[in-house]
Nanobody, 126 residues
Framework: QVQLVESGGGLVQAGDSLRLSCAAS????????MGWFRQAPGKEREFVAA????????YYAGSVKGRFTISRDNAKNTVYLQMNSLKPEDTAVYYC???????????????????WGQGTQVTVSS
């Protein structure tokens, strides 16, 4: 079983950048496909980005493609979400997720991840 802890959230202005980190413990993150999701007040949790176990494949929601980048550093047992050109509509709690299903090159873009972190708040002011 893996435990996930997100960090790096905060209050920024539109156009700024933030890098979220998801530190894994208990198991090596290289065993898992990883994802980032977000949930704004009054809205359902939505997919943001995913990366395969191998790191060879990534996938992004249309609303963040070209602005966000997901990456993994297996040596540090950490997954990152680099967020550039932030917009007020990016304001949400961001969650990291992990799952061992699928092939090493598969990405998981639905909510059916086995493990979740507690979330980190990102607030973008206009």
């Amino acid at each position: 079983q893996v435990q996930l802890v997100e960090s790096g959230g905060g209050l920024v202005q539109a156009g700024d950048s933030l890098r979220l980190s998801c530190a894994a413990s208990g198991r090596t993150v290289s065993s898992y496909a990883m994802g980032w999701f977000r949930q704004a007040p009054g809205k359902e949790r939505e997919f943001v980005a995913a990366i395969s176990r191998s790191g060879s494949n990534t996938y992004y929601a249309g609303s963040v493609k070209g602005r966000f980048t997901i990456s993994r550093d297996n040596a540090k047992n950490t997954v990152y979400l680099q967020m550039n050109s932030l917009k007020p509509e990016d304001t949400a709690v961001y969650y990291c997720s992990a799952d061992q299903r699928g092939t090493p090159h598969a990405v998981i873009i639905n909510l059916e991840y086995a493990y979740w972190g507690q979330g980190t708040q990102v607030t973008v002011s206009s």
